[in-house]
């Protein structure tokens, strides 16, 4: 992604928490007003309608108005606003977003920035991959331990397996073909954005790798074509928040370069990127599920599946073994 297109959303040294505040006060006024004003029902009705919808255009046109300043890191930029107070990263335990939480963090302690990061993880597949919740607990508290005060919370979302992709496929069709999973990790960040006040929700989802493996369908998305990059695929402007996502083209062999570069081998080791679970009859985790499952037990990698074979391939692009 090119400078010129993240220009799009330039920023100024503008404060724009403190801005947000002062438009939901202003329209709010304006709501009571009319409320206590002599139209009529109807036109009560009418008028705080329009202003509700002119509320949520004026919000985002201040989102975008007042975009990113762009940090330039091992090739690809990473937007971040310096009035910022509140972020949060998708952190699914796996390597990716541990990464850009770390590669956040640097450049927030660089810059004397006063923004804070909190996670998001979605526990998913508690049934079959009861292992999930856990390591991504055991992630954020060494990102804790790595950053500090710069790492906020953990907010914990569920997703019922019976409504992920895999299970019953895409619940909403045609145009825009929805699975359950999505939709629900999607209007939780809406939610949560709304509810902590972040300005930014950071999604570390990457490129799929070129390998011999044929990607699931659902994970299609993430074949990206580089030349045909739209700004509008990084950055979301949502009614309140931005929806970004700084590495959606670049592999797996950058995350784990990224590592080594930050000495943090340590972290990556305790990340998990392997989607085999226990309901598999095959292969080492065959019969793993959440009532053989405790916490005291490690868990090996299921060394088959997409996730570990992108991970394996990455590594060895970087001389690493762990
Ligand atoms: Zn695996």
């Known amino acids: 992604m090119t400078k010129q297109q993240y220009d799009t959303y330039q920023y100024f040294d503008f404060d724009i928490v403190q801005y947000q505040k002062a438009l939901h006060s ?11 004003s002599n139209m009529s029902g109807i036109e009560k009705q009418e008028e705080i309608r329009k202003l509700t919808i002119r509320r949520k255009d004026e919000n985002r046109s201040l989102l975008k108005k007042h975009g990113f300043h762009l940090h330039f890191v091992d090739g690809i930029y990473i937007p971040l606003n310096p009035s910022w107070e509140n ?17 956040l963090a640097n450049i927030i302690q660089e810059n004397n920035y006063n923004i804070t990061i909190d996670l998001i993880t979605h526990n998913r597949g508690w049934r079959n991959r009861p292992w999930q919740l856990p390591i991504s607990k055991v992630v954020y508290n060494k990102l804790k331990d790595i950053w500090g005060d710069t790492i906020g919370s953990q907010n914990t979302n569920f997703i019922p397996p019976e409504l992920e992709h895999g299970a019953i496929g895409y619940i909403v069709h045609e145009p825009k ?8 990790v999607e209007k939780y960040n809406e939610y949560i954005a709304y509810e902590k006040n972040y300005q930014a929700i950071f999604t570390a989802i990457t490129k799929n790798a070129d390998l011999d493996i044929a990607p699931e369908d659902r994970m299609l998305n993430r074949d990206v074509d580089i030349q045909k990059a739209d700004i509008h695929d990084l950055a979301i402007c949502k009614t309140h928040f931005w929806e970004l996502h700084p590495f959606k083209y670049i ?4 995350v784990i370069k990224q590592y080594k570069d930050m000495e943090l081998l340590d972290l990556l080791k305790l990340t998990r990127s392997c989607e085999g679970d226990g309901s598999s009859m095959q292969g080492p985790l065959a019969g793993k599920d959440a009532f053989w499952y405790n916490s005291d037990k490690t868990v090996e990698e299921c060394g088959l599946c997409y996730w570990c074979r992108e991970k394996q391939w990455a590594l060895k692009e970087n001389s690493i073994e762990l």
């Open 26 to 36: 202003r329209v709010n006024e304006k709501i009571d007003a009319i409320r206590k």
């Open 87 to 103: 972020i949060a990263v998708n952190l699914s335990g796996g390597a990716d977003s541990a990464v850009l939480t770390s590669i």
């Open 177 to 184: 073909k929805r699975s359950g999973d999505q939709i629900i």
């Open 251 to 254: 592999e797996k062999d950058w």
